[in-house]
C-alpha cells in the first residue's frame, strides 16, 4: 500500500504541476489581439471614459469593456471573439490593426461617431460573421477585401457617409443574410453578381446615389424576401419582368427611383405583402389580377397611371393602404368596395372631378404629406399610489396585478423595413412575436410609444418588466441586451428587419458587468489555479475509487451477502470532497441536502425484491414498498430507455428536493447505483430509482372509471380540482425555476388517504434549450387541446349528457359554472384560456356556492385565497426555466421552453 501512495502522491504532483505550468504560461490573451486592441484604442476619442479599464492588466482575464474572449483548440491563448462598443460615444478612426485579431466574429461599433475609412484589413478576419457599424460618420468606399469573408451573416454599413461602388466581390459572401447599406452616398450600379448569394434574404440600399438599369439577375437570388431600393436614379430604366417572378419576395419597394415603363404584376408571387413603387414616371394601367392575400400596402402614387382602378383590390383580407394621388386615373369601378378600414387616397386623379366624384368624396380629400403617425401604449385604467422613487421603479401598465411596481429596462427598437403601414392591428402580433423569442411573457412587454418615420420606418420606446418581481436579476439583464444587441432574433417576415437604437439600463448600470461573460471572470487565474487543483484531486480520488473497485472484484463474496451499501461506501469515500461540491463526481456520490440516498439492496428490500409492483408509465415501472422504519412508499425505478445521466439525474434530483406544496407529491429519497456491480442479477441493472410518498387512494383516473366501486360525489371532484390547480400554480409562479408539467392527467393527480389531490411527474425536467443565432429554438410546447368535445351540450343548455350518472346530486349552478370553466380552459386560442391564479379563484368561488354541509369535505385541505395572493406576489420567474419531459400518455410530445404564447395558463 505504501508504494501504492507514493505513486498517487508522484501522479498528483505531476498534474498539479503541468497545470500550473500552463496557467502560467497559457491562459492569457493572444499577443497579437493585445497588440490590435492596443492599436483601437489609440485611435479612439473617449470622452466619457468609457474604455477606462482599456490598458490594465490582460484584455480577457482583466474584462476590458466590451471585449469577450474565447479559446480556440490549435494553441494555449485566449482570443478576442467580440467587440461591443454600441453607442458608447466613441470618435477617432478604425485602426487597420483591427485585421490582427484572427478569431474575431462580431465587430460591433454601432452609434458612435467614428470618422475614416473602413480599413481593409477586416478583410483578414474570416470568421467574422457580424460587422454593425451603422450610425458613425465613416467615408470613403467599401473594401474588396470584405468579399473575403465567407462566414459574413450580417453587413450593416447604414447611415455613414461611405461612398463608391457596391464591390462585385461581395458575390463571394455564401454566407450573408442580410445587407444593409442604406443611407449611404454609394453610387455606381448594383451588381448583378449579387445573385450568387444563397442565403441573402434583406438588400437594402435605398438612400444612396445608385444608378443605371435594375440588374434582371437579382431575380435568380434563391431566398430573396425584401429588396429596397427607394431614393436611388435609376434614370430611364424599367423594372424589370423577372421580378414579378421572385418566389420568395415579400416587399418591394423602389420608390423615387426615376423609373420608367409599366407596374409588373406581382400576382403570382404566394407570400407577397408591400408594394410601393411611388414618385416614378410608369405609365399605363394597374394590372387587374388578383394580389396575393397577404398584401398590406399598395403605393403607387405621383406616376401617370390611367385607366380604372382594380376592383380585386377590394377583397384583400389584410389590405391597409391604397395610395393612387396625382396619378390619371378616371374610373371606379361598382365593385370596388374595400372596408372602411383601408385607407385609400385618390387625390389628384380626374375621377375626382368626374361624375364618380360624389362617390369618391371620401377618397379624394388631400392629405399631408407630413403626416407622422405615432401612437401610445395602454394607459392604467385606475388610479393607483405612486412607485418608490428609488430605483426608478414604474408601474406596468401591462401586468396582471393591479398598480404593480417594478424596475425597467428601456429599449429604443426601429423596424427598418416593416411590411406594413398600420402599426395597431399589428401590435398584438407584434408583442406575442417579440416576447416570444426574448423568451418573455407577453405582460413584460410594454410598447410605450411609436411613431412612424421617413422611409417609412417604424420608431418605438419599449420597455422590458420583470415577471411578478420587482427587479431583474442581472444575469436576465446580460441575456436580453446579448439577444438584441447580437441580432440573436428573428421577428416575423411581416415586421421586417430592426434595429436596436439604445438599450437603457437606468438603475441597473452600476450593477452591469463591463462586459457579458466570457468564461473567465476577476480573478480568472486564481480560478483556473484553482481548478487544475481540484481536478488534480478528483484524478487521485477517481484513482483510488478505481484500485479499491478492482481489490473488491477480487472478493468471492457478493456485496449482497456482506450487506454493502453503495451510498454507505461512497459517501465513506467522498464525504469531506461531497460536502463541497455535491454532485461533481455524480456515480460515485450524488449527495442532495434533505434527500435519502437509498441503496439498492434498501429498495429491494422494501419491494420483497421488485414483485409489489403497482403500475408502469414512460418513465419505468412503479412499485410499492415499506422502508424499515414502516414508511409506505411508492418507488419508481427506470428502464433502460429512460436512464438520465449523472448530470442529468443530479439536476433532477436537486429540483424535485426544492419542491414542498401540499397538493404535490413529494420526494423522499432516491437510488443511484452502479449496474455493472450487479451483473449476476441480469434482469436487473437499471438502478435509478425516485422514492416518493405513497398514495393510498391511487389516482383520480382509478375513481372516474367506470368500474371504480367508489364514485366520487361532486363536492369531492371539486375540491380534487381546486387542490391540483393549486399544485399547478405553484409550480408556474413559486417554484425556482417554475416547472411547466406538459402532461397533466387524471392518473397523474393521485389521492391521499384523506383525498387530497397530489400533483405527481411534474418531474424529469431539463433545462430549456437557448435560441440559435436566428432566434429558433429546436421546439415547442404544443398548446394544441386535445378530449373529448363537450361545447356541443354546454351551448345547448343540456349539460346532463355530459354528467356522470353516478355522481347522483349536484347543485346546478355550481355544475353549470364548472364546466364553463373546463371549457375555456379548452379553448384552442392560447390567449382566451384563464391563468392558473384565475382558475384557482373560479374554483373556489365555486365551492363558496356549495350548500352549507357540502363544503366541509374538505376545506381544512386548501390553500386560503390571502396565501394564494401573497404567493403570486412573491414570485419569481428569474431562474432559467424548467419544462417536463415526460410525455408519456399525453398528446403534448414536443419539448422545450415554451414561448411568449404560452403563458402559465
Sequence with gaps: MGN???????????????????????????????????????????????????????????????????????????????????????????????????????????????????????????TLKLITLNGNQLSGSLPEEIGKLVNLDRLQIDQNNISGPIPKSFA????????????????????????????????????????????????ETPTLKILQADNNNFSGSSIPVEYSKIQTLLKLSLRNCSLQGTVPDMSGIPEFGYLDLSWNQLNGSIPTNRLASNITTIDLSHNFLNGTIPSTFSGLPNLQFLNFQNNSLDTIPATFDPPEAVTVLLYGNPVCTTSNAARAANLCRPTSVNEAPSGKGPQPSIVCVPCPTDKNYEYNPSSPIPCFCAVPLGVGFRLKSPGISDFVPYKEAFDLDLTSLLDLLVYQLYVERYIWETGPRLNMHLKLFPSNTSLFNMSEVVRLRQLLAGWQITLSDVFGPYELLNFTLGSYEDEFPETASSGLKKGALAGILAGAIVAAIALSVAATIFIMKKRTKRRTISRRSLGGSGCG????????????????????????????????????????????????????????????????????????????????????????????????????????????????????????????????????RDHLSAKSERPLSFSRRLHIALGASKGILYLHTEANPPIFHRDVKASNILLDSKFVAKVADFGLSR????????????????????????????????????????????????????LALAIKCCRDDTEARPFMADIVRELETIRGMLPEGEDSVSQSMELGSGALMKSMSSSTTTGALFVSSQTSGGAHTNSGIPSGTVAPR
Design 4 to 126: 501504492l501512495g507514493g505513486a498517487l502522491t508522484a501522479a498528483i504532483l505531476v498534474v498539479l504541476c503541468s497545470c500550473c505550468v500552463d496557467v502560467a504560461r497559457g491562459q492569457i490573451t493572444d499577443p497579437n489581439d493585445v497588440n490590435a486592441l492596443k492599436a483601437i484604442k489609440h485611435n479612439l476619442i473617449d470622452p466619457t471614459n468609457k474604455l477606462k479599464n482599456w490598458g490594465s492588466g490582460d484584455p480577457c482575464t482583466s474584462r476590458w469593456r466590451g471585449i469577450i474572449c474565447g479559446k480556440i483548440p490549435s494553441d494555449s491563448y485566449l482570443h478576442v471573439t467580440e467587440i461591443q462598443l454600441f453607442k458608447m460615444n466613441l470618435s477617432g478612426t478604425l485602426a487597420p490593426e483591427v485585421g490582427l485579431l484572427s478569431q474575431l466574429k462580431t465587430l460591433d461599433f454601432m452609434w458612435n461617431n467614428l470618422t475614416g475609412n473602413i480599413p481593409k484589413e477586416v478583410g483578414n478576419i474570416t
Design 172 to 219: 463571394n459572401l455564401t454566407s450573408v443574410k442580410h445587407l444593409h447599406m442604406n443611407n449611404n452616398s454609394l453610387s455606381g450600379q448594383i451588381p448583378s453578381e449579387l445573385s450568387r448569394l444563397p442565403l441573402l434574404l434583406h438588400l437594402l440600399v435605398d438612400n444612396n446615389n445608385l444608378s443605371g438599369p435594375l440588374p434582371p439577375k437579382l431575380a
Design 569 to 700: 461506501e461512497r459517501q465513506g469515500y467522498l464525504k469531506s470532497f461531497n460536502n463541497i461540491y455535491p454532485c461533481v463526481l455524480s456515480r460515485f456520490s450524488i449527495k442532495v441536502d434533505g434527500m435519502k440516498c437509498f441503496t439498492f439492496d434498501e429498495m429491494a428490500a422494501a419491494t420483497s425484491d421488485f414483485t409489489a409492483q403497482i403500475g408502469q408509465g414512460g418513465y419505468g415501472k412503479v412499485y410499492k414498498g415499506n422502508l424499515a422504519d414502516g414508511t409506505a412508499v411508492a418507488i419508481k425505478r427506470a428502464h433502460e430507455d429512460s436512464l438520465q445521466g449523472s448530470k442529468e439525474f443530479c439536476t433532477e434530483i436537486e429540483l424535485l428536493s426544492r419542491l414542498h406544496h401540499r397538493n404535490l407529491v413529494s420526494l423522499i429519497g432516491y437510488c443511484d447505483e452502479e449496474d455493472e456491480q450487479y451483473l449476476p442479477l441480469k434482469e436487473n441493472l437499471v438502478l435509478q430509482m425516485l422514492v416518493y410518498e405513497f398514495m393510498p387512494n391511487g389516482t383520480l
Design 767 to 818: 433545462l430549456a434549450p437557448v435560441p440559435d443565432i436566428e432566434g429558433t429554438l429546436p421546439a415547442h410546447i404544443s398548446t394544441v387541446v386535445k378530449g373529448t368535445p363537450v361545447n356541443t351540450a354546454y351551448q345547448s343548455d343540456d349539460i346532463s349528457k355530459i354528467i356522470d350518472s353516478r355522481m347522483l346530486s349536484y347543485p346546478p349552478e355550481c355544475a353549470t359554472r364548472f
